[in-house]
Structure formats: C-alpha cells, structure tokens
C-alpha cells in the first residue's frame, strides 16, 4: 500500500492535519511495508518527500505508483475542490490499482468537480455523516466509506478566515 499526502505534519495544528497524521501513523506502525509519501508539506514519518506540481504529473510519482501497484490511500489537505477533484481524476489515471481517497472534510463542489470525482471511479472515506450524505447525491453508495473518528463534529466545524481572525 501507498499512502500519498500532503496534509502529513509533526506539528499539526488544524484537525484535519491532526486526523490525517494520527490515521497514516497508526497505519504505518501496524503495517511497516506501507509506503508514505509527502508533497507540499515535509513529513518525518514520511518515506519519500517529492516536489510535485498542481496536478501532481510526474515520472517520479507515476514509477512510484507503478512499483506499489496494489492500494493507494490519497489524503489531500483540503483546498480548492475543482483543483483537488483533478487531482483524484489525474492519481486514478495513473494508478493502476484501487484508489482510495479519504476527504477529511466535506467542500462544496461544482457539477465539473462532482463529475472527475465520480469519474475517477475512487473510494471516498468520509469523517463525518454530513460528507457522507453530501458525497451519496452524486456517488455509488457502495464507493463511500464513513470512518467515524470520534471526533464531535457539531462541536468541531469548518470556519472561515473570519471567524479563525477571532
């Protein structure tokens, strides 16, 4: 199995990082021939860190895909849902095998971005029952998996750059 992200840190200070880095390091820990690969962001658990550009076209990644041909957990930081949705669409061209695809929050998303990620023919993890039901209007049910991490999500919700000013 292949673990892709960039949303991997030591010092994660937002949720989603927190969620993100606790999943890939327990995975890592039970299962020590995962392959952890970082963009973006620099991991120190991760095994390979690579400069990969928007639509993270490379050789470098494309032989690396190539060499794990089974399993490939993608774990993006959430950003723009069109550039993220190419993403998925671009790792399931390359990847020969199953791609799963672990969307630790729920975005708003435009029928184009709605359509790569439902063309891309990936498995969703979600990690809470509203991205569920938001990824059920467009998505097999059978492709979505709800991955409950106890984390209160009335509680703990998405803000915007306003609110996080405060």
């Known amino acids: 199995m292949l673990i892709l992200s960039n949303a991997l840190s030591q010092n994660a200070d937002e949720g989603c990082i927190k969620v993100a880095s606790s999943l890939v390091k327990r995975i890592k820990n039970d299962h020590p021939s995962v392959t952890v690969v970082s963009y973006e962001r620099q991991s120190p658990f991760a095994d390979e860190h690579l400069s990969l550009n928007k639509l993270l076209i490379s050789k470098k990644l494309f032989r690396i895909l190539r060499k794990h ?36 929050m729920k975005s708003q998303m435009n029928p184009m971005a709605k359509a790569l990620v439902k063309l891309s023919g990936s498995n969703i993890i979600v990690l809470s029952k509203d991205a569920y039901d938001f990824y059920a209007d467009f998505i097999d049910k059978s492709k979505i998996t709800y991955l409950k991490t106890g984390v209160d ?7 915007n750059d306003e609110q996080k000013a405060l």
């Open 69 to 104: 041909r089974g399993n490939v957990l993608y774990i993006p930081f959430p950003a723009k849902t069109i550039a993220t949705a190419i993403r998925v669409f671009v790792l399931s061209l390359m990847q020969k095998g199953r791609l799963d695809v672990m969307l630790v």
């Open 153 to 159: 999500t009335d509680k703990f919700v998405p803000v």
